[in-house]
Nanobody
Framework: QVQLVESGGGLVQPGGSLRLSCAAS????????MGWYRQAPGKQRELVAR???????DYLDSVKGRFTISRDNAKNTVYLQMNSLEPADTAVYYC??????WGQGTQVTVSS
């Protein structure tokens, strides 16, 4: 098992930036992938970005070029750098280990 704790959410104006962090309770080196998902009110949860244990990354089309996922295996932490934020990015963001273990989520609100 692994416990995941997200942080870094908040309220930001359109065009602003946030960096989300996901701290894992044990090493993430061997985990197949670490992902960031989001769920907006009335919508299904969707995969925003994931990073494989080999370093390859995948992104939701609507965030490509704006979001960057990274991992620090020494710190057992995964990050999501979000730039040029838009109101459509407003959601609860969840960290996940291979889609099996989940954090509690952190709210991101993009509004003027």
């Amino acid at each position: 098992q692994v416990q995941l704790v997200e942080s870094g959410g908040g309220l930001v104006q359109p065009g602003g930036s946030l960096r989300l962090s996901c701290a894992a309770s044990r090493t993430i080196f061997s985990i197949a992938y670490m992902g960031w998902y989001r769920q907006a009110p009335g919508k299904q949860r969707e995969l925003v970005a994931r990073i494989m244990n080999g370093g390859n990354t995948d992104y939701l089309d609507s965030v490509k070029g704006r979001f960057t996922i990274s991992r620090d295996n020494a710190k057992n932490t995964v990050y999501l750098q979000m730039n040029s934020l838009e109101p459509a990015d407003t959601a609860v963001y969840y960290c996940s280990a291979s889609g099996m273990y989940w954090g509690q989520g952190t709210q991101v609100t993009v509004s003027s």
